[in-house]
């Protein structure tokens, strides 16, 4: 069974960058039709698409993070990545890493990792 | 970036039908197809529909999705207290080539 993992720091101080890897298991990252993608829910809002890889490396970013964001993939470890600069307490939030699945008009996440907690203090 | 627009709450009584929209233009729920996610307190977010109207395996036929136009709707039959969540829609954008969220529905089973 497929199984996503967040991993990373739990507080950033205001202006640095964070960073978070999100480890795959029971499947391969090199899947054809999938992509890996990054969501987020500050507390009290919504959910917040941040952006997804495709295990070529071809990215879709959030028009109003991007000038921040970059996701990378490493297949040879099964993991994506993410990297958020100059954060600030907007910025604090659950991260999730999710599947998606992505074919024409179709676009889904079905699987996601359990998320965790990144603070800007 | 824009989210699509679904109404901030709803309730019903346990054991009664209630509906959630989710409306959106023609870049995204309009051409392309729809999710659901149900987010339970604490808990990561489930995909409950997906495709407009398919339910993955393990979702019972209580939830229900449909899509006319540029709107989307989340059905529920016969309410339990355990359905109380945020439910949130998602579609891909056309135009923004990226992934649109609602901005969330709090069903509350009364």
């Known amino acids: 069974q497929l199984q996503l993992q967040e991993s990373g720091p739990g507080l950033v101080k205001p202006s640095e960058t964070l960073s978070l890897t999100c480890t795959v298991s029971g499947g391969s990252i090199s899947s054809s039709n999938y992509h890996w993608g990054w969501i987020r829910q500050p507390p009290g809002k919504g959910l917040e698409w941040i952006g997804s890889?495709?295990?070529?490396?071809?990215?879709y970013y959030n028009t109003s993070l991007k000038s921040r964001v970059t996701i990378s993939v490493d297949t040879s470890k099964n993991q994506f990545s993410l990297k958020l600069s100059s954060v600030a307490a907007a910025d604090t939030a659950i991260y999730y890493c999710a599947r998606a699945y992505d074919v024409g008009y179709h676009y889904y996440m079905d699987v996601w990792g359990r998320g965790t907690a990144v603070t800007v203090s | 970036q824009s989210v699509l627009t679904q109404p901030p709450s709803v309730s019903a009584a346990p054991g009664q039908m209630v509906t959630i929209s989710c409306s959106g233009s023609s870049s995204n729920v309009g051409n392309n197809y729809v999710s659901w996610y149900q987010r339970l307190p604490g808990t990561a977010p489930k995909l409950l529909i997906y495709d407009n109207n398919k339910r993955p395996s393990g979702i019972p036929d209580r939830f229900s999705g449909s899509k006319s136009g540029t709107s989307a709707t989340l059905g529920f039959t016969g309410l339990q207290t355990g359905d109380e969540a945020d439910y949130y829609c998602g579609a891909w954008d056309t135009s923004l080539n990226a992934v649109l969220f609602g901005g969330g529905t709090k069903l509350t089973v009364l």
């Open positions: 890889i495709y295990y070529t490396g071809n990215t």
